[in-house]
């Protein structure tokens, strides 16, 4: 199916949408294969190998523990906060875990195989999973069934061997779109020759798969679950999962808020966006239920540039239920059309090309979005969504301790306000600049090729290395 808005804003937990995500779709992918095709209760044994990033940092980004749930056939658009907790402390427990969710199996996380140097020709976050049947008289077992899946961002996966027919089915699913575009200079021509929005033209794609109702309603429902996240995370306090000492900032911040801007003076806007970027990533970092926007780790730009718009616009003051049910919807649309350009032409992993590929491309989409709402014209939007990436070209991935903590959840407030200013910059032109978006776009993949490995989440460079963990 082509890449579409639903698909970059997927409902997941945290604390990453490549590492955890993911893999835990994967897992749930392969469990209900041995369940479709009889193999379950021939199963007597499982192995689990990772490789690459989703071996050096998996501990800390939650991936073994999120395999485990795959395995057991939970989806991560439905296992609640709540399951995840029972499930990991009755495997801690038992030694034991329910593949597919029927048959008892022993295994438990320190089981799985690691090859943190070992990266898969495919892609750096590549997951084996393989079952065995009883072991005859000499000891071996038969291999029952096994795959070989890698998680290339965004909570996307692709199966080995597949690759081929993923693309043939996508490029063919794009024909079934009214208005197929693969970049920036392309969706900029479809605006112009019908006349219509970058918004419009996403809308009229989403319209080749479900009805325009079920498109609000799917994108309001997105919005909701963003503000369900800052609501459950005001109401944590204390230290952030992981043993870095990180503590949640966002509670205090909005105690203090809510004394200090009793009147919701326009002052403190940046205080509300950082308050909801860092809101948003605190839930994420202690597994909480997120939006992928377009991945977990950035997962607070998008809803803290969205209550920008909502908030803060121009006109917003008087604006009915309606008016702001419009806003989020040509929002993310717009938002979701810029997504699409980074996933057709770059990555949004940032085991693949760095952090400009997840934190700089929500920033680009976020960008996108606020100027299509505030007015944009179409080249506008894209000088917005072009302004946000260029200045974060060469943002590296180093979290410490493989947590999605720090840099994670600060980046994403400075990057919400990067992307304010890319649409205020944009707005105050007429669209017409010396960088295209899909320039960019180009130079992010080619810069995140040459990126060191050390820099591509492996924990192994950077603040990870220079920080001292205690
Ligand atoms: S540094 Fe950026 S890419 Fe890396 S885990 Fe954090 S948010 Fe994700």
Avoid at 122 to 137: L, S
Avoid at 172 to 197: D, I, N, V, Y
Avoid at 239 to 261: C, F, I, S, T, Y
Avoid at 290 to 309: D, F, K, R, S, W
Wanted: charged fraction near 25%; proline fraction near 4%.
């Amino acid at each position: 199916m082509a890449v579409g808005v639903f698909e970059l804003f997927s409902v997941g937990i945290g604390p990453s949408s490549s590492h955890t995500v993911g893999p835990m779709r994967a897992g749930a992918v392969f469990a209900r294969e041995l369940r479709e095709r009889g193999f379950l209760e021939h199963v007597a044994s499982l192995r689990v190998d990772l490789y690459g990033s989703l071996a050096a940092t998996g501990h800390g980004h939650g991936t073994f523990t999120a395999v485990l749930l795959g395995l057991e056939g939970f989806e991560p658009e439905e296992i609640l906060p709540e399951q995840v907790e029972e499930r990991l402390a009755s495997i801690a427990e038992t030694g034991k875990l329910s593949l597919a969710g029927k048959v008892e199996l022993p295994y438990s996380v320190e089981e799985m195989v690691l090859h943190p140097l070992t990266v898969l020709p495919r892609h750096t976050n590549g997951m084996k999973f393989q079952v065995f049947g009883a072991p005859g008289p000499d000891g071996s077992a038969a291999v029952l069934h096994e795959a070989t899946f890698f998680s290339v961002g965004g909570g996307f996966i692709v199966r080995e061997g597949e690759e081929d027919t993923a693309q043939k089915e996508l490029d063919e699913s794009k024909k079934e779109l009214p208005f197929p575009f693969r970049t920036a200079a392309e969706l900029l021509g479809r605006c112009s020759s019908k006349g219509l929005s970058i918004s419009d033209i996403m809308l009229v794609n989403e319209k080749a798969s479900r009805s325009e109702e079920e498109i609000r309603e799917g994108l309001l429902h997105i919005w909701a679950v963003m503000e369900a996240c800052v609501e459950s995370s005001l109401k944590r306090e204390g230290l952030l999962p992981g043993g870095l000492k990180v503590r949640r900032r966002a509670p205090d911040w909005h105690e203090r808020l809510l004394k200090e801007d009793k009147d919701r003076d326009a002052k403190y806007w940046q205080e509300w966006v950082n308050l909801i970027a860092l809101a948003v990533n605190e839930e994420n970092a202690s597994g909480g239920r997120v939006v992928t926007a377009p991945t977990n780790g950035a997962a607070g730009i998008i809803p803290a540039v969205l209550y920008y718009a909502l908030n803060y616009a121009p006109g917003m003051d008087k604006a009915t239920q309606e008016d702001k049910d419009e806003v989020v919807v040509k929002f993310l649309l717009a938002a979701g059309a810029v997504g699409v350009l980074y996933k057709e032409q770059a990555s949004i992993s940032g085991a693949e090309v760095g952090c400009q590929g997840e934190v700089g491309s929500a920033s680009s989409m976020a960008a996108a979005g606020l100027a299509e709402v505030m007015g944009g014209t179409p080249g506008q939007v894209e000088n917005a969504a072009e302004i946000a990436m260029e200045h974060n070209l060469g943002l590296t991935c180093d979290p410490i301790g493989g947590l999605v903590q720090v840099p994670c959840i600060e980046r994403n407030a400075i990057a919400a306000a990067k992307a304010i200013n890319a649409a205020k910059m944009a707005l105050w032109g007429d669209g017409t600049h010396r960088v295209s978006l899909d320039e960019v776009i180009v130079t992010m993949r080619e810069t995140g090729k040459d990126m060191s490995h050390k820099y591509k989440e492996t924990a192994m460079g950077g603040l990870a290395v220079n920080v001292v963990e205690c």
